[in-house]
């Protein structure tokens, strides 16, 4: 499958132009005509990577059992000799941003991770505050540091693809987390992906919501590959199900807003039946706009941070917690280091990415963790955990 042409080069043009920040759909109040209520289908939204990705959700990774950070589902091995060089090495990080607590933890881990390689005599990391030009403007400041690997974590998929293209030519550049729309990194590290995370969600929902039953999408900011394609997915289920949604609407990621559209959406129709969401990480002050107008918490989607992992335990709710590994934040140091070495790495390198069920939760909830700490962070045999996380020991 192309591994990150996620969108037609049209789709690249007009979001370029636009500037993807910024470019916001407007919400769909169930008045639609297609499907169920959710909209027209994202322009991101590629069936092939749809199929593939669904697929791999049932196939057996490759690796060390007990490292998921460094296993990989069918991997296509490529060499990298002409990149081998002697250490010890300098390697840098442009980092979209550091501005919600799944992107903290995964700061955290890399960090850790990085601290394990004594032939890493280096490491130079930018952060853009989630803006686009800043991290254009890193990139650029980056190529002119020697760097020997450049890791990238894109802030939007579109307007970041020229950047990356340019620091391909120079300095061999490894891309994890989003995605950008070019062939040239050696490699590009995820999760199984954001179809897949869309997909065991809304699939949840359809099942436990009852036919006609109103569900509410909540989603962060549109742009960014894995979101977009969280939402693409959702939408092939609930068009092909018996349920109405109701309301698609951006949150921004904002816990206010989240509850306050929650209660609109209460006050509007009297009842939602489910909610989905697209991260989970204000899935809490949704759970909290029910109890405050003394509803039931119909079945809801999260993610495996742990204030709603307890939340959902303590108040024995209908859910499910697809994941987004932050443990893959581990991988890209693992992987420069590789390249670096001449050895072979995958082409894609997709990560299995499990997801937290009624039958499993107890395993994901970390005692003397914080609220807002990822259970999949894979940082337990780093060095200071649980401290440098937040956490205290039992």
Known sequence: MPRRKAAAAAVIAALVAAGCTTDRPEPTTGASTQGSGTGAQSKFFVQADFDAQLAMRSQTPEGPANKPWEQAIAPKMIDTATYKKDGPYHLCFSNAA?????RQVGWKTMQAEVGLHKEIAKFTALEAGGK???QISDLAELQAKGCDVLIVSPNTTATLTPAVTAACAKVPVIVFDRGVQTDCPV???????GYAFGADAAEFLAAKVPAGGKVLALRILPGVDVLETRWSAAKVVFDRSKVQVVGVEFT???AAKTKSIVSDYLQRHGKIDGVWMDAGATAVAAIEAFEDAGLPVPPINGEDQQDF???WKDAGLTAIAPTYPTYQWRTPIIAALKILKGEQVPETWNLPQPKVTSENLSAYLKPGMPPLHYALCGCEDLPGFPEAWGGTKG
Request: charge should be negative.
């Open 98 to 102: 550091v501005d919600n607590p799944w």
């Open 132 to 134: 686009d030009d800043k």
């Open 187 to 193: 490699t590009f590290i995820k999760p199984i992906g």
């Open 252 to 254: 921004d990621g904002d």
């Open 309 to 311: 992992l307890q939340k």
